[in-house]
């Protein structure tokens, strides 16, 4: 157990709509970042809040948007699902965002848009 | 821009052999770090180990250690002693230098390690 939990753990969802990915860190952890698995991309790098704040943007789509709450838990929305967005979503956490520090990861959240 | 390339698709080995995965990244910073990561086939990413730019010593972790040679941009990762519980996907990761401000990982595409008795 890395100690960072993401709700819910499975979502099966229509094309067209929009879904919420809610990630909490670990104790004392300040950096959260979102990452997507899939099939044809592999492992991407969507998006990194450090403290509340946005401080890296991937190659995340214009439909997704995220936010990082003062209790630093965070929220990866997606919207106007389609098809391809069925992916694995993780979430990791790191004490505070530096080089060389782990990152640990949640067990994610299967997303799968019929 | 930062790159990581795994270009072993599948591995296979013997129980109680040792196995090296490959990984070479390319980057233009001097100061970075390289990961790698487990995924068994319940999904979630395990870190395994961890190795800076700067470090002198290869790094080691129990039965892992990374074969980190810098002038040719490896990270290998070599696990001794294999066990069956070591089938999985395993991933090599970068984080990024001094010339970002973050530290977000690239991954590779993975090795996907298969262990026999």
């Known amino acids: 157990d890395s100690g960072v939990t993401q709700t819910p753990k499975h979502l099966i969802t229509a094309t067209g709509q929009r879904v919420t990915l809610r990630c909490s860190p670990r104790s004392g952890d300040l950096s959260v970042y979102w990452y997507q698995q899939s099939l044809d991309q592999g492992l991407q790098f969507l998006i990194q809040?450090?403290?509340?704040?946005?401080?890296a943007k991937g190659n995340i789509l214009e439909r997704f948007s995220a936010q990082q709450f003062p209790d630093l838990h965070s929220e990866l929305n997606l919207s106007s699902l389609e098809l391809g967005d069925s992916a694995l979503y993780f979430c990791?956490?790191?004490?505070?965002?530096?080089?060389?520090?782990?990152?640990?990861f949640g067990p994610g959240t299967r997303l799968t848009v019929l | 821009a930062q790159k990581i390339t795994q270009t072993q698709p599948g591995m296979f080995v013997q129980e109680k052999e040792a196995v090296t995965l490959d990984c070479t990244y390319d980057t233009s910073d001097p100061s970075y770090g390289l990961f790698w990561y487990k995924q068994p086939s319940s999904g979630e990413m395990i870190f395994l180990i961890y190795?800076?730019?700067?470090?002198?010593q290869n790094a080691t972790e129990g039965r892992y250690s990374l074969n980190f040679q810098k002038a040719r941009k490896s990270a290998n990762l070599v696990i001794s002693a294999s066990q069956l519980g070591d089938s999985a996907m395993y991933f090599c990761a970068m984080s990024g230098g001094l010339s970002y401000n973050t530290d977000k990982l690239i991954f590779g595409t993975g090795t996907r390690l298969q262990v026999f008795p």
């Open positions: 990791a956490s790191s004490v505070d965002g530096t080089v060389g520090n782990e990152q640990f």
């Open positions: 190795q800076g730019s700067y470090d002198q």
């Open positions: 809040y450090y403290n509340g704040e946005e401080r």
